[in-house]
């Protein structure tokens, strides 16, 4: 049996990284993903690799892209604040089309808001990550094995795709302790950066890492490559997981920490009789549009409820996703306030069935 | 015989650059100095936003076109992934001493063994001639038209004096491009600076005063004269830090 070791979710992320070839990482100090600096700064060192605190978020994804420019596998992780501050550089590396892993242990905002855990930034994550026709893979864990485990598809997924990939996690499980076994995942062949600025030795033409192009056709055909790339993404990579959904009348849609809440919620109301089960996208982009479109089609499925903590984010892409065939509900709360089985039990009650 | 030839280390692309310019006198000596050092090969260039945008398609040599001011944390992010090359970056003044200077600062702090060529022109080009950083006291620029007043938009930055108090800047050189001996004397700097990098000793960072004769509103000759009698007064040429003479110093 494979070895399990108990840690935190930030700590579980930093050791999958370097597990998965991680030889760079570049942070700027934020709650709550301070466990994940702290152990790359004390690991990375003994492990042939760097870890290097910037002066600044913008500093830190900008050592990123030239770490991934020159061929490294490199990491940079933060909250919400931080991002906003590095979503110049992530446009950047979009456009430069560089591989490289971004994490975000979600915080409550706007602003300087608050350091416990929501979900407040899903629509930055999914929409708005940067300037420009552009989108990152963003992956939701939903336990501190999955932080480990999707830290190392993040990594393969960026190499295949030349695309950054987003790990959107939360303050609780950045924090909360669980068991996690980081056995061999069999990696998927990786295309080799023959594009990478490593000096080119006499044997080939320089090569050029950019993302300015002035005519506007020549800008316009780069973009739609990418967007036929994101399609390629979205017919191969999505993953989500169902709960319950065959015989239910209710569908619960939710992701991370939240959708384990909403598990106990559904069994809760299972227990009552009330037909309620779970669905929860774990590649947040791309969207798992047509799973939840074809349980809309199911006659048994009546009622959609997004449970997110935020004030309604995703609610939409549900709505979108199934071309509100059938009722789409939120249930919610924000700024660091987590709900409770029995607040998300409550809503599944007022919601089956239609609004009462 | 060939007495003049072009460095291997610049493309055949012309430059875009205006009449009288002096980004191309520039590129030519980073190329030289390249060349000079056997590097061409081995070597990664970043030239951020601003008139040397274009560099990656001017020098011979792995390029990488930064976001505006970040030159300094990219190079960071190239020579951390692979000390053994060699890195340089290509900056303006607004780029380096307005928008980057944290980067320029913090990259010079942590002693980056990296090479900055940085053109002072006390101008924004390529957004049509706006006050930079280090735009002189009274300089008519289109968003100074009345001239720069210092209470208004403070006062023009001293970026090598300054970076030669950081521990980790290794050499910091003040140059012009004004004539031939000058031009000469900023060879001998960027090529003194790459081999300080090679030394790993720290951050070299090479500023040359520069013209934008299209931006000034003056003819090249009349540019080259007012650098001269308005730039180098304020902006002193010299070496203001050199880490091997310290060195020396102290044996």
Redesign the interface.
């Known amino acids: 049996m494979a070895q399990k070791y108990l840690m935190k979710g930030n700590e579980a992320i930093a050791e999958a990284a370097i597990r998965a070839g991680c030889?760079?990482f570049?942070g700027y100090p934020i709650t709550p993903q301070t466990e994940l600096s702290e152990y790359m700064a004390k690991n990375m060192p003994k492990r042939e690799g760097?870890s290097?605190q910037?002066?600044?978020e913008?500093?830190?994804i900008?050592?990123?892209?030239?770490?991934?420019?020159?061929?490294?596998r490199?990491m940079t992780s933060t909250s919400g604040p931080g991002i906003s501050l590095k979503s110049?550089?992530i446009s950047?590396i979009v456009g430069?089309d560089l591989p490289c892993v971004i994490v975000n242990v979600q915080r409550g905002g706007p602003g300087l808001g608050g350091i416990q855990p929501a979900q407040s930034d899903y629509n930055q994550a999914t929409k708005a990550l940067g300037h420009g026709d552009m989108h990152l893979i963003v992956l939701a864990p939903a336990s501190v094995q999955e932080m480990a485990t999707l830290t190392g598809e993040a990594f393969d997924l960026a190499d295949i795709y030349r695309t950054p990939v987003m790990l959107l996690a939360d303050g609780a499980l950045g924090q909360m302790m669980e068991p996690v076994d980081f056995e061999e995942k069999p990696h998927r062949a990786l295309p080799k950066k023959d594009w990478a600025?490593?000096?080119?030795?006499?044997s080939r033409k320089?090569?050029?890492?950019?993302?300015?192009y002035i005519e506007p056709e020549v800008l316009e055909k780069t973009v739609v490559d990418r967007f036929k790339k994101y399609e390629q993404i979205e017919q191969n990579e999505v993953k989500y997981e169902e709960y319950l959904t065959e015989d239910a009348e209710i569908i619960i849609v939710a992701y991370g920490i939240t959708s384990r809440i909403a598990k106990t919620a559904v069994r809760n109301a299972r227990e009552k009789g009330i037909k309620a089960g779970l669905f929860r996208p774990i590649t947040l982009y791309p969207f798992p549009e047509k799973q939840l479109d074809a349980l809309a089609d199911k006659e048994n499925i009546k009622t959609f409820l997004s449970v997110e903590m935020n004030m309604g984010q995703m609610v939409k892409d549900v709505k979108l996703a199934i071309s509100c065939k059938k009722d789409v509900y939120h249930f919610g709360r924000t700024g660091g306030v987590i709900p409770t089985p029995d607040e998300i039990l409550t809503n599944i009650e007022k919601y089956v069935g239609g609004a009462k | 015989m060939v007495v003049f030839d072009k460095p291997k280390a610049l493309?055949e692309t012309p430059f875009h650059y205006c009449p009288g310019c002096t980004h191309g006198i520039v590129h030519r000596l980073v190329a030289e100095a390249i060349d000079g050092l056997g590097l061409?090969?081995?070597?990664?260039g970043?030239a951020p936003v601003g008139c040397s945008?274009?560099a990656?398609?001017y020098?011979?040599?792995?390029?990488?076109?930064?976001?505006h001011g970040?030159a300094p944390?990219?190079?960071?992010?190239?020579?951390?992934?692979?000390p053994s090359?060699?890195v340089f970056t290509y900056q303006g003044d607004g780029d380096l001493a307005a928008i980057g200077t944290?980067?320029t600062?913090?990259a010079g702090?942590?002693g980056e063994n990296i090479t900055i060529i940085f053109i002072n022109n006390c101008i924004y080009g390529m957004t049509g001639g706006q006050m930079a950083p280090t735009s002189l006291i009274g300089q008519v620029t289109t968003t100074t038209p009345y001239g720069r007043d210092p209470n208004l938009q403070g006062s023009p930055l001293r970026i090598c004096e300054m970076l030669s108090t950081i521990d980790g800047v290794a050499y910091a050189e003040r140059v012009s491009v004004d004539n031939v001996k000058n031009v000469l004397a900023t060879k001998k700097a960027i090529k003194k600076a790459f081999e300080i990098q090679q030394k790993k000793i720290g951050l070299s960072i090479i500023e040359v005063l520069s013209t934008c004769p299209t931006n000034w509103g003056l003819s090249p000759t009349k540019a080259t004269e007012w650098l001269r009698e308005n730039m180098i007064p304020y902006y002193p040429l010299g070496v203001y830090k050199d880490k091997t003479k310290e060195e020396g110093e102290q044996k």
């Open positions: 030889k760079l570049f760097l290097l910037a002066e600044s913008v500093a830190a900008n050592m990123v892209l030239g770490a991934s420019a020159a061929g490294a490199v110049e550089g950047y430069s600025c490593t000096g080119h030795g006499g320089h090569n050029i890492v950019n993302s300015l | 493309t061409e090969d081995n070597t990664i970043i945008v274009f990656y398609n020098f011979n040599c792995d390029m990488i076109e930064a976001p970040r944390a990219v190079a960071t992010g190239v020579k951390r992934a692979d090359k060699t944290a980067e600062v913090h702090a942590r």
